[in-house]
């Protein structure tokens, strides 16, 4: 394990790294990466654009429908055991879409990767992220997203390697690379322990935080069942499903729609690169403003940026303006991954965090579930895409106003944070 190998470092951040490295992997094959079987998909088996689309909508609506369950149980037994679950169950199903003849076949391997992806993506990371650090956990939490951004480098291989293995042994190559990256990963994912020797935040030791009579932080939380209730979870939760739509929808399809204007494959990969290293922009830059400013007002900041460019897409009929238009939006979609869990640790706490941030993503998700399939059928019936960008930039809009009325829950932070945030051990 890496905390071994290097004592010196502070164990948040090997948390941290490490689970970058597996949003790299994750990101790669199945969120950025997965555009590039699209068209092959439709041309080996003569499915429909919404066809195809229904099942990257079930993925991401599977996902969501798995993660208050997962987030229960990562607040149980820690993220280490699901992540392995996660990863193992995730490579099967992608290792078994490299055999499918039909389409129940193909959404059936969705839905066993998209359970898979939702035990050990992004939020067990930020579940275990926010143990680790208080003062400074959106910047953590963004730190962990930079595997994401990064992730838009592996596209292009992954096109390299649908042209030149098919795209059946192509997939059978991913799913080795899973299983390899995400179990080493394992090894250096936990929890904070309560007793743990360093400091949170990995401050250096002062007598302050030092000694048999040190205050130990005991992590504070808001009841799932009271969290559901609140108007800022719903108002929050609402928004993030509206800029969801509008995202997802972009990545399943940005690829397809620029072969659709005659671009080649390699070239379509080489939009979302740049929408993805475009993206560490908001992520690491949004993530350390909205520790010192109102996170609130960052994540708007972030959705409207989005919302300003899915309409764009609309009147776009050239590579470059198409690239000009995916570089504007991707500080936007950057930013809201890291600024959204931070602001549910702020408002609710971390004691119940993997629930409260499970329950998120099920929301969510209902966003990313009917955005690609709307696209996909918007295609379908009029042969283009004008639409569906436009559809996009109409519901992601929704994302500003019900942020801004997501205001923190005072009286529940008073009622369950007072007087449990810190106590004393024994002394």
């Known amino acids: ?89 995730a490579a099967l199903g992608v290792f078994g879409m490299s055999f499918m003849q039909n389409l129940w076949q193909f959404y059936l391997s969705m839905f066993v990767i998209a359970v898979g992806v939702s035990a050990c993506g992004g939020p067990v990371g930020m579940v275990a992220a926010a143990t680790w650090f208080n003062r400074r956990r959106a910047e953590a939490i963004s730190y962990i997203t930079v595997g994401g951004g990064i992730a838009g480098l592996g596209v292009p291989v992954v096109a390299w390697l649908v042209e030149t293995l098919g795209w059946r042994d192509c997939l059978q190559v991913l799913s080795v690379v899973i299983v390899v990256v995400g179990l080493f990963v394992a090894a250096n994912i936990r929890s904070r322990p309560l007793d743990h020797p360093q400091p949170v935040d990995g401050d250096r030791a ?86 010192r400013y109102d996170k609130r007002l960052i994540m708007t900041a972030a959705c409207a940026l989005v919302a300003l460019g899915m309409p764009l897409l609309a009147f776009t009929s050239s590579y470059a303006a198409t690239l000009a238009v995916m570089a504007l939006m991707a500080p936007g979609f950057g930013g809201t991954i890291p600024v959204r869990p931070a602001i549910l640790a702020d408002y609710f706490g971390t004691r119940y965090f993997g629930a409260v941030n499970g329950a998120m993503v099920f929301v969510q998700t209902a966003g990313a579930f009917f955005g690609p399939w709307l696209v996909g059928w918007l295609v379908d019936v009029t042969g283009e895409y004008t639409l569906g960008w436009l559809a996009c930039g109409v519901v992601t809009a929704l994302a500003i106003p019900l942020t801004l009325a997501a205001a923190a829950p005072g009286h529940l932070q008073a009622q369950y944070q007072g007087g449990s945030d810190e106590q004393a051990a024994a002394g």
């Not at 190998?5 to 094959?29: H, K, M, N, Q």
């Not at 699209?38 to 993925?59: K, M, Q, Y």
């Not at 002062?206 to 108007?231: D, F, I, L, Q, Y």
């Not at 979302?272 to 922009?281: N, R």
Request: no cysteine; hydrophobic share 55%.
């Open 1 to 89: 394990m890496l905390r071994r190998a290097f004592p010196g470092i502070y164990e948040g951040w090997i948390v941290v790294w490490s689970f970058a490295l597996l949003i790299v992997v994750i990101g790669t094959v199945f969120f950025f990466g997965f555009g590039t079987i699209f068209t092959p998909i439709i041309h080996d088996f003569g499915w429909s654009n919404a066809e195809v689309s229904l099942a990257f909508s079930l993925r991401s609506e599977v996902g969501g429908i798995a993660a208050p369950l997962i987030g229960i149980l990562i607040d149980r037994f820690g993220p280490r055991r699901s992540l392995i679950a996660g990863v193992i169950t």
């Open 206 to 291: 002062t007598p302050a935080n030092t000694g048999a009579n040190t205050p130990v932080r005991v992590s504070w939380g808001v009841p799932p069942r009271e969290v559901m209730k609140s108007r800022a979870f719903l108002m929050l939760s609402a928004g993030q499903a509206a800029v969801a739509f509008g995202t997802t929808a972009l990545i399943v399809h940005i690829i397809p729609f620029l072969e659709m204007q005659g671009t080649s494959k390699a070239a379509a990969a080489f939009v979302v690169t740049v929408y993805t290293l475009v993206s560490l922009i908001g992520r690491l830059g949004l993530g350390y403003l909205a520790d």
